[in-house]
């Protein structure tokens, strides 16, 4: 694909790292002005420079846990832009490891307040906006962990599961009304998570490549970045609602 999302506007939620970093620069690449979503400066001002080499983009601190936050931003980018015709709604964290106490009450309220309120909001706001000019595309990032369960983990697994929930009933909500909205369920992508998560080289890294990864390798972050422009672009014009694994065979086995 190129060009394919030409004079639109997309925002990215965690667009200052990993999946979103991958993924706002292939927004660009498709022609997207795109606006970079991160509460950690460094990052999405590093994306910014990234895409300015290639497009246009802009960046916004928000924390997407907090409502007056995430609506600025995206109110900003209207103001800039003109539209929001795309967004992707990923910011997350990992949370406690799952070797740590699953009843953490604290990890819970983490968890939830950013990996799935998080991406409430910021629904709430992009919808009030894409409702406006008749239309636009969301994705949001759910997990394989949120078509399956592991052990131990389970804010971030209650969390994903929520987001693939969320996803389906918007969908069904704005079916006709120009809006679709898909959610993308990563395996074990390389990035900065996954890198303090499970540790590049560890016995846990070879056991998700040898067993739980059935392709052999953790997936790149480029390879879900493309999952989400299709899901975005006219090209899937008949998708919406669906939970989309980019896991290289995980949820098969
Ligand atoms: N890497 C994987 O294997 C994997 C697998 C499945 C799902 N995911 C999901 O993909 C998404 C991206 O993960 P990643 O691996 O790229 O991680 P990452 O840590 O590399 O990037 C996440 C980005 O989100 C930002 N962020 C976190 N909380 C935020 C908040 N409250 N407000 C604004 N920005 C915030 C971080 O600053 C960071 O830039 C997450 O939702 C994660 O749960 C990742």
């Known amino acids: ?7 639109k506007t997309a925002l990215v939620t965690g667009g200052g790292s990993g999946i979103g970093r991958a993924t706002a620069l292939a927004f660009a690449r498709e022609g997207a002005r795109v606006a970079i979503v991160d509460y950690v400066p460094e990052g999405g001002n590093q994306t910014l420079n990234m895409i300015k080499e290639i497009g246009d983009g802009r960046f916004f601190k928000a924390d997407v846990s907090k409502p007056e936050e995430i609506r600025r931003a995206v109110e900003q980018t209207v103001d800039i832009y003109g539209a929001l015709d795309c967004a992707f709604n990923n910011a997350g964290i990992e949370g406690a490891g799952v070797r740590n106490d699953p009843w953490d009450q604290e990890n819970w309220h983490r968890v939830i307040a950013i990996n799935l309120t998080g991406v409430f909001l910021s ?8 409702l406006k000019r008749g239309g636009g595309a969301i994705v949001n990032t759910s ?12 804010a971030y697994t209650a969390a994903k599961h929520g987001v693939a929930g969320l996803t389906k009933a918007a969908a069904l909500q704005y079916a006709q009304k120009g809006i679709r909205v898909n959610a993308v369920c990563p395996g074990y992508i390389h990035t900065p998570m996954v890198e303090r998560s499970v540790g590049l080289g560890s016995e846990m890294a070879q056991h998700i490549t040898k067993h739980l990864q059935p392709i052999g390798r953790l997936g790149k972050p480029e390879e879900i970045a493309e999952a989400v422009v299709w899901l975005c672009s006219p090209a899937a014009s008949l998708v919406t609602g669906i939970t989309m694994p980019v896991d290289g065979g995980c949820t098969a086995q």
Request: net charge negative; charged share 10%; glycine share 14%.
């Open 1 to 7: 694909m190129s060009g394919s999302l030409e004079g």
């Open 123 to 130: 629904m709430q706001y992009e919808v009030e906006q894409m």
């Open 143 to 154: 997990s394989i962990l949120g078509l399956v369960a592991m052990p131990g983990a389970f």
